[in-house]
């Protein structure tokens, strides 16, 4: 099993920034590939952003390319989302997903969920 725990949500203007963090424990971290998704009141959970087990590769959604940046620390048991630019858009509550070995754009091949933080992005 696999446990994770999200913070640093919170209430943002639009443009400023957040670092959210996702620590994980009950199983070698640097075995699992993470993921961050988002869902926004209404709407299905998105992806947002993945990261291979040993940080090398990272994909991120088209909606925050240039924006975001996922990374992660396997010394310390967690990965981040740095946010940047904030929009209105992105209010939603950002959850951290793990999967083992290889990463994946679709929710439905994470295995593990954290319980989520919120985002929110005021104009």
């Known amino acids: 099993q696999v446990q994770l725990v999200e913070s640093g949500g919170g209430l943002v203007q639009a443009g400023g920034s957040l670092r959210l963090s996702c620590a994980a424990s009950?199983?070698?971290?640097?075995?699992?590939?993470m993921g961050w998704f988002r869902q926004a009141p209404g709407k299905e959970r998105e992806f947002v952003a993945a990261?291979?087990?040993?940080?090398?590769?990272?994909y991120n959604a088209d909606s925050v390319k240039g924006r975001f940046t996922i990374s992660r620390d396997n010394a310390k048991n967690t990965v981040y989302l740095q946010m940047n630019s904030l929009k209105p858009d992105d209010t939603a509550v950002y959850y951290c997903?793990?999967?083992?070995?290889?990463?994946?754009?679709?929710?439905?091949?994470?295995?593990?969920w954290g319980q989520g933080t919120q985002v929110t992005v005021s104009s």
């Open positions: 990261i291979s087990k040993s940080g090398d590769t990272t």
């Open positions: 997903a793990a999967r083992r070995i290889y990463w994946r754009t679709s929710q439905y091949e994470y295995d593990y």
């Open positions: 009950g199983r070698t971290f640097s075995s699992l590939a």
